[in-house]
């Protein structure tokens, strides 16, 4: 039995033995002098690095003794998304009160994932590459949003051909999937140069929130996005089944699309309305009306102007840009309130 019992310890403290010494909290005391600028108290974040981390310094000036004690609390963020990395507590040795606080430091980011993409060497060089690069987290956003912002801004470089994985898995089979869908890159270069010369329609854009009557439209699961046609006075563009069929919650029987002459005709209540790819005349309850911009065909998906339809079956359609720290309108992010009369 005794024997048993020591083998039984000998391989509990092999097994620790083998365990990494960052497993373990790490205590520190020191003893200091005012003043001092190479104190610990000075370099908190040297010493305090997992949970159950603790530093205690006692400072002596002559004639009394301040006992500062700090624990690693957690890597959690604030409302600031500042990690919290400690209590603090501050024991005067003549002082029967203890003060508490918190310390912050600045938020630091932390690598959520990797994104595989194909790239073009550049203008003169047509090879294509394969590069992956790191995606890390934002302050104060989700690590989904940071992961939508980084496929956005790849989604719009010029001379990015296609983005292939997330994390090792084919886009296709994860929740960003529609970023795998690209435009010719002829159409591409178009649009990038449209784009820099403040000229037809900008890419599409995951940012733009649009709501009908409170409830988010997933433009998402119909593969595609909308997007602002400059050309088209500022005109937004949804996808037309996105809007009329999840947004406005119609019917396949309301909403009957006629490849022969590439139209919609959408009917709500006692309005019926009909919109043509190419054509800026709308039917209104067989009334014409021009549009600023006509239904174009992009991403192989029929885009409509929002507003336009919206109205034109009853809703009222409000848009409020986003704003940025300096008080600035975002471009390309914004909310759509569509609601009704």
Do not use: C
């Amino acid at each position: 039995m005794l024997r048993k019992s020591l083998y039984f310890i000998m391989i509990v403290v092999l097994l620790f033995t083998l365990l990494p010494v960052s497993a373990f909290a790490q205590n520190y005391y020191f003893t200091d002098t005012p003043g001092n600028v190479n104190s610990p108290l000075n370099h908190l974040t040297d010493y305090l690095k997992a949970p159950g981390d603790s530093v205690t310094v006692v400072i002596d000036d002559g004639q009394e003794k301040t006992t500062y004690y700090y624990s690693f609390v957690s890597k959690g963020t604030d409302s600031n998304g500042d990690y919290v990395i400690a209590d603090e507590k501050i024991i005067y040795t003549y002082d029967t009160v203890t003060d508490q606080k918190k310390i912050y430091v600045p938020y630091i980011p932390h690598k959520i994932g990797t994104i595989t993409y194909l790239q073009q060497g550049g203008y003169y060089d047509t090879n294509i590459y394969t590069k992956t690069e790191d995606v890390y987290s934002m302050k104060n956003e989700s690590d989904d949003y940071a992961m939508k912002a980084e496929l956005q801004f790849l989604y719009t470089q010029r001379y990015v051909r296609g983005i292939t994985a997330i994390n090792g898995t084919p886009i296709q089979n994860t929740q960003y999937w529609y970023f795998g869908l690209f435009l010719p890159q002829d159409e591409r270069l178009k649009i990038d140069d449209d784009v820099q010369n403040m000229l037809g329609y900008e890419w599409p854009s995951i940012f733009y929130t649009i709501n009908v009557n409170g409830k988010p439209i997933d433009y998402t699961k119909y593969g595609s996005m909308p997007y602002i046609n400059k050309a088209g006075g500022g005109t937004m563009m949804i996808p037309y089944r996105a809007l009329f069929e999840q947004g406005f919650g119609l019917s396949e029987n309301q909403v009957v699309w006629n490849g022969s002459d590439q139209s919609v005709t959408v009917t709500r209540g006692n309005t019926v309305i009909k919109l043509q790819i190419g054509s800026t005349t709308a039917y209104i309850n067989g009334k014409p009306y021009i549009m600023n911009v006509a239904p174009e065909l992009k991403f192989d998906r029929t885009y409509i102007p929002l507003r336009f339809a919206s109205e034109g079956l009853g809703y009222q359609v409000k848009w409020t840009p986003s704003i940025d720290s300096t008080g600035q309108a975002e471009y390309g992010w914004g909310t759509v309130d569509i609601n009704d009369n």
